[in-house]
């Protein structure tokens, strides 16, 4: 398990990588591919006997990030080369962040008394932003100031 790991922290660091050659990239390819395998290595042996040998993961484990790692990444390497520009210069961690955020606010919200099924998911997560632009574009306070007024005679 230890080496499964190792490796793709080596695969990640040479994501990070600031030049990277054709031949490192097909190299990269050839190594991912081969983690998968490792990754999906099926158990040996006679099942719960002393020469078993126990395998990682299922297929089914098998996440899309892993899929792109392993099946796009490398071509995205070559064409990020061509045009003299590094893969670690992109991230989607802002889209993450962002769909985390609409994970926590709408699912995590109580369905208590059957929830509101009167407008989808989406349209509900498009009225929360365009409210959150309007109060960001006009100035508008994020909280309601209590004031007393004191009358004299």
């Known amino acids: 398990m230890e080496f499964l790991w190792r490796e793709f922290l080596r695969l990640y660091l040479f994501l990070r990588q600031d030049h990277?050659?054709?031949?490192?990239?097909?190299?990269?390819?050839?190594?991912?591919?081969?983690?998968?395998?490792?990754?999906c290595e099926p158990t040996v042996g006679k099942s719960n006997s002393t020469n078993q040998k126990r395998g990682m993961f299922n297929p089914t484990d098998i996440t899309p990030y892993?899929?792109?790692?392993?099946?796009?990444?490398?071509?995205?390497?070559?064409?990020?080369?061509?045009?003299?520009?590094?893969?670690?210069?992109?991230?989607?961690?802002?889209?993450?962040?962002?769909?985390?955020?609409h994970v926590r606010i709408f699912f995590g919200a109580t369905t208590m008394g059957g929830g509101n099924k009167a407008n989808s998911v989406v349209h509900d997560i498009l009225i929360y932003e365009?409210?959150?632009?309007?109060?960001?574009?006009?100035?508008?306070?994020?909280s309601i100031v209590q004031k007393t007024i004191v009358l004299k005679e």
């Open 20 to 39: 990277i050659t054709d031949e490192e990239i097909d190299s990269f390819e050839q190594a991912a591919k081969s983690w998968i395998l490792k990754f």
């Open 66 to 101: 892993m899929h792109i790692l392993t099946c796009h990444i490398p071509q995205f390497l070559h064409i990020l080369k061509s045009k003299d520009l590094q893969f670690r210069h992109f991230s989607t961690s802002s889209l993450e962040k962002k769909n985390h955020m």
């Open 130 to 142: 365009n409210r959150q632009l309007y109060f960001l574009m006009n100035d508008t306070p994020k």
